[in-house]
């Protein structure tokens, strides 16, 4: 089984037609979902937040077939995940693409629990601590995208689960949990 | 005796040296100059005379025992030429030509270019000159050349010419247009060059006016045409009209003329608007079958399938003349739904139309298609056109065509790289989305995985 890096791979992933987009609807339809999967595997497993079409992204070029994936077909598979709400666009340019294995609700589901399992119900913590600190080693939590932990903290906010303020700086931001 | 004759420069090597802008035309060996009062004059005896723009030159020839000079007439002193008189006579001797030489004052051949010429002015008396030509030359075409230099009078001619050709390079003067090579003072000259420069003139504003002539021509031809187009149109309205009433009231009569209208219609190239509806004309009816009866060949040696272009290149050259034009054939070959020929016109998805055989069978090439994409190799590099071309056996844009229709049908999916365009068996119904990983141990996609697992 070919691996990428400690990822492994498919074994249509080294049938070329997989990297050609597919013009006949239903065939098409049936890439897109493979590669949907694929994408969100990946990432998962590697912690990728952000995918940039215009760099290398391993996922898209199979060395071993000799082929890569054309800019259309990255901008096409990745819309997909977009219109299903499992990604989002950075850019109007559509050239970085926020990938969100977890959704937004699940990953406030899992700070929810973060926090009941460490028993931080009523403290406070910066947000660079939820992200990094020691108590966050080994879960999923650990280097989260800042982006996406913003927006689950707020929308644990609007539930008023928490108060989110502002420090000096950026790096001061902190929350206080009321789960 | 004196020299009747002017006399006439020659080079060492005894060439004529002749004057600007002369050229020369032609010559006649063996020729005797007479001047009809040879009693004062001598007569010139066997020698070659050259016919120029300007003059008629006389050299004697290289073995005259009497050391004779050469001589020459102007052209502007002769008054006449005289027709040649064909007599039982001139059956037996010696032809001759006949001209009449102006003379001065001092009997001899007036020399407009010389002092004694201009000063005592044109002399009221002329003299015969008769030259009998002993050698073989061409008598006649000498007397036309001579007609025309007399009458060209070059040696009235500007000098504007001359200016513009001596200005270019060297070495274009010595070609065949038999003009002389030297020029007075030696050096090589261009009248030749300048002579074509001036006739290529003359005939660019002499087509120019042609052809405005035949633009005025067109002109009128165009408003003609208008009332032609404007009478051909009521006649086609007529003939709509006709057909829109029922057909109970015609009689076979009134059917026969309006088929013969239909046809000098065609015949002027304005199509039969009754054509769509009516079974056709009945050109494009016996077109049509014609076609069929043609088409049976080359589609059996094309494997079934033939582009319709190339159908109408093939059928066209066999026609030789009375060409179809695409029109006609498209017409043709839409007829044959309604006839029962084993041939059909068939447009592909991509706009490609193509001739095939009736009994031709999708599902057969198919079929064949299928069992190629799933050869061992095929299963690992996909086909090429070409590949499936060679299978099939046939053409392969029409192999092309096939293996679209097979994707589209989802046999096949499309893999385009570097390497080309090239057609894969189509796995992804066979896989799983929420099992990406699992692969049922029979069926394609393990064949194909094993297939691809052996080359590791």
Known sequence: MQKLGDFKLPHFFNYPPYFTLQPVRETREKQIQLWKELILDYCRTQKIFIVRLEEEFPLFSNSVIERTLSHEAREAFLSALVAEGRAEWLDKGRRNCLILWHRIQEWADIIVNFVKDNGFEDSVMTVEEIRSGIESRGTELHGIDRTILMRALKLLEQKGKLAIFKGTSTDDEGVKFSV | ?456
């Open chain 2, 1 to 456: 005796m004196s020299n009747f004759f002017s006399k006439a420069e020659v080079t060492s090597s005894g060439r004529p040296v002749l004057l600007r802008n002369e050229v020369e035309c032609h010559l006649l060996s063996a020729v005797d100059l007479e001047p009809e009062d040879h009693r004062h004059f001598s007569l010139l005896k066997s020698g070659l005379l050259i016919l120029t723009t300007h003059r008629l030159i006389w050299l004697p020839s290289l073995s005259a025992s009497t050391p004779t000079s050469a001589s020459a007439i102007p052209l502007a002193a002769i008054s006449h030429i005289f027709s040649s008189k064909k007599s039982l006579k001139s059956v037996f001797h010696s032809p001759r030509i006949r001209f009449q030489v102006l003379v001065s004052s001092d009997g001899r051949v007036f020399d407009p270019g010389s002092e004694s010429g201009s000063s005592s002015g044109s002399g009221s008396r002329s003299v015969v000159v008769t030259a009998v030509i002993r050698g073989k030359g061409d008598c006649d075409g000498f007397l036309v050349k001579f007609w025309d230099s007399w009458r060209a009078r070059a040696w009235e001619a500007t000098e504007t010419s001359d200016s513009g050709s001596a200005s270019a390079s060297g070495s274009g003067a010595a070609t065949g247009t038999g003009g002389g090579l030297y020029s007075s003072d030696g050096s090589v000259r261009m009248v030749g060059v300048a002579g074509i420069l001036r006739k290529e003139q003359e005939m660019w504003e002499s087509t120019d006016k042609s052809l405005q002539d035949a633009f005025q021509d067109l002109n009128a031809l165009m408003s003609k045409a208008k009332e032609m187009v404007m009478l051909a149109e009521k006649m086609r309205q007529k003939l709509l009209s006709g057909t829109s009433s029922q057909t109970s009231g015609t009689n076979d009569e009134d059917m026969g003329s309006k088929e013969e209208m239909q046809d000098w219609l065609l015949s002027v190239g304005i199509i039969s608007p009754v054509t769509k509806e009516s079974a056709g004309a009945l050109y494009h009816q016996q077109l049509s079958r014609q076609l069929a009866d043609f088409v049976r060949i080359p589609l059996e040696r094309a494997g079934g399938m033939i582009n319709l272009i190339d159908a109408y290149c093939l059928f066209n050259r066999a026609r030789g003349t009375e060409l179809i034009s695409p029109d006609d054939m498209l017409q043709a070959c839409s007829l044959w739904e309604k006839f029962d020929v084993p041939v059909m016109l068939r447009k592909f998805d991509s706009g490609v139309m193509v001739i095939q055989n009736k009994s031709h069978s999708d599902e057969e090439v198919f079929a064949r298609i299928k069992s190629l994409v799933t050869k061992p190799e095929a299963l690992l590099t996909g086909i090429s056109p070409t590949d499936a071309a060679m299978t099939l056996g046939i053409a392969p844009a029409m192999a092309k065509e096939h293996l679209l229709t097979a994707e589209i049908k989802g046999l096949l999916c499309r893999d385009i790289s570097p390497d080309g365009f090239r057609f894969y068996i189509n796995l992804f119904p066979e896989i799983d989305p929420c099992n990406m990983y699992f692969v049922k141990n029979y069926g394609i996609c393990s064949t194909w995985i094993k297939a691809v697992s052996t080359t590791g």
